[in-house]
Protein backbone atom coordinates (compact mmCIF):
# COMPACT_ATOMS: atom_id res chain seq x y z
CA UNK A 1 0.00 0.00 0.00
CA UNK A 2 1.38 3.38 -0.66
CA UNK A 3 1.23 6.24 1.76
CA UNK A 4 -1.92 7.35 0.33
CA UNK A 5 -5.17 6.58 2.03
CA UNK A 6 -7.22 3.59 1.22
CA UNK A 7 -10.83 4.60 -0.21
CA UNK A 8 -13.47 2.84 1.33
CA UNK A 9 -17.60 2.38 1.13
CA UNK A 10 -18.77 0.65 3.64
CA UNK A 11 -22.20 -1.52 2.83
CA UNK A 12 -24.32 -3.21 6.12
CA UNK A 13 -27.47 -2.53 7.95
CA UNK A 14 -28.06 -4.54 11.15
CA UNK A 15 -26.72 -4.26 14.29
CA UNK A 16 -24.33 -7.04 13.26
CA UNK A 17 -22.08 -4.81 11.06
CA UNK A 18 -21.66 -1.93 13.05
CA UNK A 19 -18.23 -3.36 14.38
CA UNK A 20 -16.34 -4.12 11.31
CA UNK A 21 -17.78 -0.14 10.17
CA UNK A 22 -15.83 1.01 13.69
CA UNK A 23 -13.15 -1.10 12.81
CA UNK A 24 -12.58 0.87 9.41
CA UNK A 25 -12.58 3.92 11.27
CA UNK A 26 -10.43 2.96 13.50
CA UNK A 27 -7.61 2.33 10.69
CA UNK A 28 -5.32 5.58 10.48
CA UNK A 29 -4.48 4.21 6.89
CA UNK A 30 -8.39 3.43 5.80
CA UNK A 31 -10.68 6.26 4.66
CA UNK A 32 -13.96 5.71 4.90
CA UNK A 33 -15.85 8.26 1.71
CA UNK A 34 -19.24 6.90 1.97
CA UNK A 35 -21.70 3.87 4.04
CA UNK A 36 -24.69 2.28 2.05
CA UNK A 37 -27.56 0.88 4.13
CA UNK A 38 -31.24 0.13 3.67
CA UNK A 39 -34.07 2.60 3.83
CA UNK A 40 -35.40 3.72 7.43
CA UNK A 41 -38.37 0.88 8.37
CA UNK A 42 -41.17 1.80 10.31
CA UNK A 43 -41.20 -0.44 13.46
CA UNK A 44 -43.13 -1.28 16.26
CA UNK A 45 -46.91 -0.70 17.64
CA UNK A 46 -46.75 2.88 16.56
CA UNK A 47 -44.69 2.10 13.01
CA UNK A 48 -42.05 4.55 13.71
CA UNK A 49 -39.89 5.40 11.32
CA UNK A 50 -36.29 4.31 12.56
CA UNK A 51 -32.93 4.10 10.72
CA UNK A 52 -30.47 1.37 10.92
CA UNK A 53 -28.13 0.90 13.02
CA UNK A 54 -25.67 1.38 10.94
CA UNK A 55 -27.21 4.78 9.74
CA UNK A 56 -26.68 5.85 13.13
CA UNK A 57 -23.12 5.01 13.71
CA UNK A 58 -22.41 6.91 10.20
CA UNK A 59 -24.09 9.77 11.23
CA UNK A 60 -21.97 9.96 14.47
CA UNK A 61 -19.11 10.15 12.58
CA UNK A 62 -20.12 12.43 9.93
CA UNK A 63 -20.10 10.26 7.29
CA UNK A 64 -22.32 10.57 3.98
CA UNK A 65 -25.45 8.20 4.08
CA UNK A 66 -26.97 6.49 0.64
CA UNK A 67 -30.07 4.52 1.50
CA UNK A 68 -31.09 3.29 -2.25
CA UNK A 69 -33.81 1.19 -2.90
CA UNK A 70 -31.78 -0.74 -5.14
CA UNK A 71 -27.81 -0.58 -5.30
CA UNK A 72 -28.22 0.65 -9.12
CA UNK A 73 -29.91 4.33 -8.25
CA UNK A 74 -26.46 5.23 -6.72
CA UNK A 75 -24.16 3.56 -9.38
CA UNK A 76 -23.19 7.18 -10.94
CA UNK A 77 -22.62 8.44 -7.09
CA UNK A 78 -20.45 4.98 -6.18
CA UNK A 79 -18.52 6.29 -9.41
CA UNK A 80 -18.01 9.72 -8.83
CA UNK A 81 -16.72 8.81 -5.35
CA UNK A 82 -14.27 5.89 -6.85
CA UNK A 83 -13.45 4.06 -4.21
CA UNK A 84 -10.62 1.27 -3.85
CA UNK A 85 -12.89 -0.37 -2.50
CA UNK A 86 -16.20 -1.22 -1.19
CA UNK A 87 -16.47 -3.23 2.38
CA UNK A 88 -19.76 -5.23 2.92
CA UNK A 89 -21.41 -6.93 5.91
CA UNK A 90 -24.75 -7.77 6.48
CA UNK A 91 -26.29 -5.40 3.72
CA UNK A 92 -29.80 -7.76 3.04
CA UNK A 93 -28.88 -7.16 -1.00
CA UNK A 94 -26.86 -8.76 -3.56
CA UNK A 95 -24.30 -6.60 -5.44
CA UNK A 96 -25.20 -6.39 -9.40
CA UNK A 97 -22.11 -6.82 -11.13
CA UNK A 98 -21.94 -3.17 -12.57
CA UNK A 99 -21.14 -2.17 -8.97
CA UNK A 100 -18.93 -4.73 -8.19
CA UNK A 101 -16.74 -4.02 -10.84
CA UNK A 102 -16.77 -0.37 -10.02
CA UNK A 103 -13.87 -0.45 -7.18
CA UNK A 104 -10.43 -0.91 -8.22
CA UNK A 105 -10.18 -3.85 -5.49
CA UNK A 106 -13.30 -5.03 -5.67
CA UNK A 107 -15.81 -5.65 -2.99
CA UNK A 108 -14.74 -7.93 0.44
CA UNK A 109 -17.65 -9.19 2.27
CA UNK A 110 -17.76 -10.28 5.77
CA UNK A 111 -19.70 -13.07 6.10
CA UNK A 112 -20.74 -15.03 9.55
CA UNK A 113 -20.38 -18.87 8.82
CA UNK A 114 -17.29 -20.83 7.71
CA UNK A 115 -17.83 -20.85 4.16
CA UNK A 116 -18.91 -22.70 1.93
CA UNK A 117 -20.97 -24.49 4.76
CA UNK A 118 -24.13 -22.04 5.49
CA UNK A 119 -24.18 -19.94 2.41
CA UNK A 120 -27.44 -16.91 2.94
CA UNK A 121 -28.71 -14.85 5.62
CA UNK A 122 -29.71 -17.59 8.34
CA UNK A 123 -26.11 -19.26 8.79
CA UNK A 124 -26.17 -18.35 12.42
CA UNK A 125 -29.29 -19.67 12.99
CA UNK A 126 -28.82 -22.52 10.44
CA UNK A 127 -25.69 -23.27 13.32
CA UNK A 128 -26.88 -23.53 16.00
CA UNK A 129 -30.27 -25.66 14.61
CA UNK A 130 -27.55 -28.16 13.43
CA UNK A 131 -26.03 -28.62 16.39
CA UNK A 132 -22.54 -27.35 15.14
CA UNK A 133 -19.95 -27.09 17.67
CA UNK A 134 -18.11 -24.50 15.41
CA UNK A 135 -19.07 -21.75 13.74
CA UNK A 136 -16.81 -19.00 12.42
CA UNK A 137 -16.24 -15.79 9.86
CA UNK A 138 -15.28 -15.94 6.83
CA UNK A 139 -14.15 -12.45 4.52
CA UNK A 140 -14.00 -12.98 0.52
CA UNK A 141 -14.05 -11.31 -2.78
CA UNK A 142 -17.70 -10.84 -3.48
CA UNK A 143 -18.71 -12.17 -7.44
CA UNK A 144 -22.29 -11.44 -8.51
CA UNK A 145 -23.76 -14.79 -6.89
CA UNK A 146 -24.93 -15.77 -2.79
CA UNK A 147 -21.58 -15.85 -0.74
CA UNK A 148 -20.11 -18.21 -3.71
CA UNK A 149 -16.82 -15.65 -4.27
CA UNK A 150 -13.15 -16.59 -3.19
CA UNK A 151 -12.32 -16.98 0.43
CA UNK A 152 -9.23 -14.33 2.01
CA UNK A 153 -9.50 -15.36 5.33
CA UNK A 154 -11.57 -17.30 8.49
CA UNK A 155 -11.65 -17.63 11.76
CA UNK A 156 -13.54 -19.68 14.39
CA UNK A 157 -15.09 -19.80 17.80
CA UNK A 158 -17.15 -22.42 19.62
CA UNK A 159 -20.87 -22.42 19.78
CA UNK A 160 -21.72 -23.16 23.67
CA UNK A 161 -24.83 -25.22 25.16
CA UNK A 162 -26.38 -21.76 25.97
CA UNK A 163 -25.40 -19.73 23.04
CA UNK A 164 -28.48 -18.10 20.92
CA UNK A 165 -28.28 -16.41 17.38
CA UNK A 166 -28.50 -13.12 19.57
CA UNK A 167 -25.30 -13.64 21.84
CA UNK A 168 -23.45 -15.72 18.87
CA UNK A 169 -24.07 -13.05 16.36
CA UNK A 170 -22.63 -10.81 18.98
CA UNK A 171 -19.45 -12.76 19.04
CA UNK A 172 -19.03 -13.02 15.61
CA UNK A 173 -19.61 -9.40 14.89
CA UNK A 174 -16.52 -8.53 16.49
CA UNK A 175 -14.79 -12.00 15.95
CA UNK A 176 -15.15 -10.11 11.69
CA UNK A 177 -14.61 -6.64 12.49
CA UNK A 178 -11.16 -8.08 14.56
CA UNK A 179 -9.98 -9.72 11.14
CA UNK A 180 -11.37 -7.49 8.74
CA UNK A 181 -8.32 -4.49 9.14
CA UNK A 182 -5.74 -7.07 9.16
CA UNK A 183 -6.75 -9.00 5.99
CA UNK A 184 -7.78 -5.85 3.70
CA UNK A 185 -4.01 -4.87 4.58
CA UNK A 186 -2.93 -8.23 3.25
CA UNK A 187 -5.03 -8.79 0.22
CA UNK A 188 -4.45 -5.35 -1.13
CA UNK A 189 -0.45 -5.65 -0.88
CA UNK A 190 -0.89 -9.17 -2.70
CA UNK A 191 0.33 -11.06 0.22
CA UNK A 192 -3.33 -12.62 0.55
CA UNK A 193 -4.40 -14.31 -2.62
CA UNK A 194 -8.49 -15.15 -2.71
CA UNK A 195 -8.79 -19.03 -2.97
CA UNK A 196 -12.10 -20.39 -4.70
CA UNK A 197 -14.44 -22.27 -2.51
CA UNK A 198 -15.17 -25.79 -3.19
CA UNK A 199 -19.02 -25.75 -3.89
CA UNK A 200 -19.60 -29.51 -3.29
CA UNK A 201 -19.48 -28.66 0.28
CA UNK A 202 -21.95 -25.88 0.32
CA UNK A 203 -24.96 -25.57 2.03
CA UNK A 204 -27.39 -22.60 2.36
CA UNK A 205 -29.70 -21.20 4.83
CA UNK A 206 -32.39 -18.78 3.53
CA UNK A 207 -33.85 -15.87 5.50
CA UNK A 208 -35.92 -17.06 7.66
CA UNK A 209 -39.86 -16.04 7.68
CA UNK A 210 -41.85 -15.43 10.79
CA UNK A 211 -44.14 -18.68 10.40
CA UNK A 212 -40.69 -20.90 10.47
CA UNK A 213 -40.28 -20.01 14.39
CA UNK A 214 -43.32 -22.43 15.17
CA UNK A 215 -41.83 -25.77 17.02
CA UNK A 216 -42.53 -28.95 15.64
CA UNK A 217 -43.00 -31.26 19.24
CA UNK A 218 -42.77 -34.68 17.26
CA UNK A 219 -38.82 -33.89 16.54
CA UNK A 220 -36.58 -35.06 19.79
CA UNK A 221 -36.15 -32.28 22.85
CA UNK A 222 -32.83 -32.10 21.78
CA UNK A 223 -33.58 -31.00 18.63
CA UNK A 224 -36.26 -28.85 19.54
CA UNK A 225 -33.93 -27.06 22.54
CA UNK A 226 -31.49 -26.22 19.79
CA UNK A 227 -34.65 -24.48 17.45
CA UNK A 228 -35.38 -22.51 20.18
CA UNK A 229 -31.92 -20.82 20.76
CA UNK A 230 -31.70 -20.73 17.25
CA UNK A 231 -34.80 -18.71 16.71
CA UNK A 232 -34.23 -15.94 19.17
CA UNK A 233 -34.74 -13.31 19.44
CA UNK A 234 -36.42 -13.39 15.91
CA UNK A 235 -38.77 -15.07 14.95
CA UNK A 236 -38.77 -16.57 18.61
CA UNK A 237 -40.24 -19.82 19.02
CA UNK A 238 -43.82 -20.42 19.35
CA UNK A 239 -46.54 -23.00 19.26
CA UNK A 240 -50.21 -23.18 19.82
CA UNK A 241 -52.32 -23.28 23.15
CA UNK A 242 -56.10 -23.37 22.81
CA UNK A 243 -55.34 -21.97 19.31
CA UNK A 244 -53.70 -18.76 20.80
CA UNK A 245 -49.64 -18.08 20.51
CA UNK A 246 -47.71 -18.93 23.24
CA UNK A 247 -43.68 -18.09 22.79
CA UNK A 248 -41.21 -20.47 24.06
CA UNK A 249 -38.31 -18.74 25.27
CA UNK A 250 -35.62 -20.78 27.08
CA UNK A 251 -35.21 -24.16 27.70
CA UNK A 252 -32.58 -26.59 29.27
CA UNK A 253 -30.58 -28.28 27.44
CA UNK A 254 -30.65 -31.46 28.93
CA UNK A 255 -33.50 -33.61 28.00
CA UNK A 256 -36.11 -35.36 30.64
CA UNK A 257 -35.93 -39.29 29.61
CA UNK A 258 -39.37 -39.91 29.35
CA UNK A 259 -42.14 -40.83 27.03
CA UNK A 260 -45.46 -41.37 28.54
CA UNK A 261 -47.16 -38.96 27.12
CA UNK A 262 -48.20 -37.39 23.70
CA UNK A 263 -46.05 -34.85 21.71
CA UNK A 264 -46.26 -31.31 22.97
CA UNK A 265 -48.18 -32.46 25.79
CA UNK A 266 -47.54 -30.62 29.48
CA UNK A 267 -47.19 -31.93 32.09
CA UNK A 268 -45.47 -31.29 35.87
CA UNK A 269 -41.55 -32.76 36.62
CA UNK A 270 -40.29 -32.11 39.97
CA UNK A 271 -42.15 -28.53 40.57
CA UNK A 272 -41.00 -27.70 37.06
CA UNK A 273 -43.39 -27.13 33.80
CA UNK A 274 -42.38 -29.52 31.34
CA UNK A 275 -43.04 -30.58 27.12
CA UNK A 276 -43.00 -33.98 26.19
CA UNK A 277 -41.40 -34.10 22.46
CA UNK A 278 -41.05 -36.79 20.14
CA UNK A 279 -38.22 -38.50 22.14
CA UNK A 280 -38.23 -37.48 25.71
CA UNK A 281 -39.42 -34.59 27.13
CA UNK A 282 -38.18 -30.82 27.48
CA UNK A 283 -37.71 -28.46 30.72
CA UNK A 284 -39.22 -25.08 30.07
CA UNK A 285 -37.60 -22.30 31.61
CA UNK A 286 -39.00 -19.75 30.19
CA UNK A 287 -42.24 -18.66 28.13
CA UNK A 288 -44.69 -15.91 27.38
CA UNK A 289 -48.58 -16.31 26.82
CA UNK A 290 -50.31 -14.26 24.14
CA UNK A 291 -50.26 -10.68 25.52
CA UNK A 292 -48.40 -11.42 29.12
CA UNK A 293 -45.58 -10.85 30.18
CA UNK A 294 -42.65 -13.58 30.26
CA UNK A 295 -42.47 -15.75 33.15
CA UNK A 296 -40.48 -18.78 34.56
CA UNK A 297 -41.53 -22.35 34.04
CA UNK A 298 -42.89 -22.39 38.34
CA UNK A 299 -44.54 -19.45 37.72
CA UNK A 300 -46.75 -21.05 34.82
CA UNK A 301 -47.85 -23.98 37.33
CA UNK A 302 -48.30 -21.93 39.96
CA UNK A 303 -51.08 -19.53 38.10
CA UNK A 304 -51.91 -21.70 35.20
CA UNK A 305 -52.85 -25.22 36.59
CA UNK A 306 -55.71 -25.55 34.38
CA UNK A 307 -53.27 -25.61 31.27
CA UNK A 308 -51.25 -28.58 32.46
CA UNK A 309 -52.04 -31.86 30.34
CA UNK A 310 -52.84 -29.40 27.57
CA UNK A 311 -51.27 -30.12 24.15
CA UNK A 312 -48.79 -27.56 22.17
CA UNK A 313 -50.06 -27.65 18.32
Known amino acids: MSNQKV ?19 AEPNFAVSAVITQPDKKI ?22 LQPTRLTEIKEKIKKIAPDLIVVTAYAQIFPTAILNIPRFGCLNVHASLLPKYRGAACVQAAIMNGEEKTGVTIMKMDSDLDTGPILAQNDLTITKT ?23 KYLTGALKPKPQNNNLASYAPALKKEDGHINW ?32 KAE ?6 NKYPPGQLFTHKNNLAVQTGENALLIKKLQLAGKKPITGPDFLRGYQHLLGKILK
Open 7 to 25: KIIFAGTPLFAVPSLKALL
Open 44 to 65: GRQQLLTPPPIKETAQKHNLPV
Open 163 to 185: DTTDTLSIKLAQLGAQLLAPTIK
Open 218 to 249: LKSAAEIEKFIRAMTSWPGAFSYLDNKRIKIL
Open 253 to 258: PTPINT
